[in-house]
């Protein structure tokens, strides 16, 4: 009769005087306001904030781009904002470049490998 309640997609949060290096895995969302220097796995979808910065690999679900990326980002879409720029390769079905956002390098139409399945 009563559904069990499905539960949220966990957060995970770098703050801004965060400095992370190595090999990132997350289950859920990411939100990146401080440096990371390294690789990221998500199962969920990752947001580079305005004055986050990334230095690496990028696979999950939605890359959303305020902030700073250089290396290669695998997902099913990229949203880059105003003020974003991504310097790298992109595989990725959809890309979204919004004015002001900058996108220095190639984009691949399919994906280099699987992306993290949807839950």
Do not use: W
């Not at 969920?44 to 990334?54: A, D, F, L, Q, S």
């Amino acid at each position: 009769m009563f559904r069990q309640k499905q539960p949220a997609n966990p957060l995970s949060f770098i703050a801004q005087e965060c400095h992370l290096t190595g090999k990132l895995i997350f289950s859920g969302d990411v939100l990146i306001a401080g440096h990371v220097s390294g690789d990221i796995k998500a199962q969920g979808n990752v947001t580079i904030e305005p004055n986050g910065t990334v230095d690496g690999d990028i696979l999950c679900r939605e890359l959303m781009i305020a902030g700073q990326l250089a290396g290669k980002a695998r997902c099913k879409k990229i949203t880059l904002h105003e003020q974003g720029i991504f310097e790298g390769d992109a595989y990725c079905e959809n890309i979204e470049i919004l004015d002001g956002g900058q996108f220095l390098g190639y984009r691949h139409r399919e994906p280099l490998m699987n992306t993290p399945s949807e839950s």
